[in-house]
T-cell receptor, first 114, second 110 residues
Framework: ETGVTQTPRHLVMGMTNKKSLKCEQH?????MYWYKQSAKKPLELMFV???????ENNSVPSRFSPECPNSSHLFLHLHTLQPEDSALYLC?????????????FGSGTRLTVV | DAKTTQPTSMDCAEGRAANLPCNHS???????VYWYRQIHSQGPQYIIH???NNETNEMASLIITEDRKSSTLILPHATLRDTAVYYC???????????FGPGTRLSVLP
């Protein structure tokens, strides 16, 4: 384990379903991130949270809804997704937002929308 | 947009040094060079970063040219487990995010 745990590892959902992805870190980090990686594409930043406040939202459709209840947990709520939303969803954390620190990534949730 | 250019792919023989180049000709004075790698279907893994001086840790060495327009990541003794996509990213430490490009796909061959 890398210190950032994502569940579930795999998820298959229909277009009318509602599901949530969970990310948990016990590294004492204050910033958390959601990235999306579609097949054969670079990682795309979706959301940034610093001290539980959203600091960035990169034009992500409203069918993706993040939630950060505390600095250790981050959720991505999904509803009425499209097949093109199938991708690897990665969570990451860092000590602080910005700063000379690398990110620690989780292993991701492989999402398939049918 | 990614501010770096890297070769699409490289091969390296097992046990030899892998030298991965990165061009970042528009790097500004307060931007650092970071390297990550991503093994198939896993999350990216931080490797190393530097500003001006060469850096070394237990995973790799980072050599930055004096004009800072390019750098090289060196894996001194590549193993099969080093097969991955390697990303070179430039970023300041005042709130910029990490922007991942396509990276270099390194294949370590037996």
């Amino acid at each position: 384990e890398t210190g950032v745990t994502q569940t579930p590892r795999h998820l298959v959902m229909g277009m009318t379903n509602k599901k949530s992805l969970k990310c948990e870190q016990h590294l004492g980090h204050n910033a958390m991130y959601w990235y999306k990686q579609s097949a054969k594409k670079p990682l795309e930043l979706m959301f940034v949270y610093s001290l539980e406040e959203r600091v960035e939202n990169n034009s992500v459709p409203s069918r993706f809804s993040p939630e950060c209840p505390n600095s250790s947990h981050l959720f991505l709520h999904l509803h009425t997704l499209q097949p093109e939303d199938s991708a690897l969803y990665l969570c990451a954390s860092s000590q602080v937002f910005g700063g000379p620190y690398g990110y620690t990534f989780g292993s991701g949730t492989r999402l398939t929308v049918v | 947009d990614a501010k770096t250019t890297q070769p699409t792919s490289m091969d390296c023989a097992e046990g030899r040094a892998a030298n991965l180049p990165c061009n970042h000709s528009t790097i500004s004075g307060n931007e650092y060079v970071y390297w990550y790698r991503q093994i198939h279907s896993q999350g990216p893994q931080y490797i190393i970063h530097g500003l001006k001086n060469n850096e070394t840790n237990e995973m790799a060495s980072l050599i930055i040219t004096e004009d800072r327009k390019s750098s090289t990541l060196i894996l001194p003794h590549a193993t099969l487990r080093d097969t991955a996509v390697y990303y070179c990213i430039v970023r300041d430490n005042y709130g910029q995010n990490f922007v991942f490009g396509p990276g270099t796909r390194l294949s370590v061959l037996p």
